[in-house]
């Protein structure tokens, strides 16, 4: 044993602490985290629940009306059916 761990020994009675000694050194590194997936809740992607559609009422509207729906545009026709325009 080394004459300067024989001294700190018998100043600290028998055990030198780590603080004195100057404690371990390890290598530090650097962990890096994987990115979280940014996810939409389940109740929103649950595939046994459908959206329904809702239809437009042909009683309310006149033939010959135009209505523009979800971006596209609907035709009344004679017959009370909606065609896509």
């Not at 300067?4 to 018998?10: A, D, I, P, Q």
């Not at 809740?41 to 033939?63: G, I």
């Amino acid at each position: 044993m080394k004459d300067v761990y024989r001294k700190l020994m018998k100043q600290h009675g028998g055990s030198i602490p780590f603080r004195i000694l100057g404690g371990v050194k390890q290598k530090q590194t650097i962990r890096r985290k994987p990115r979280k997936k940014r996810s939409r809740p389940k109740s929103r992607r649950n595939p046994k629940t459908k959206k329904r559609r809702q239809v437009l009422n042909v009683d309310k509207y006149s033939p010959g009306t135009i209505i523009r729906k979800q971006g596209e545009l609907w035709k009344l026709t004679q017959s009370k059916e909606w065609l896509k325009v």
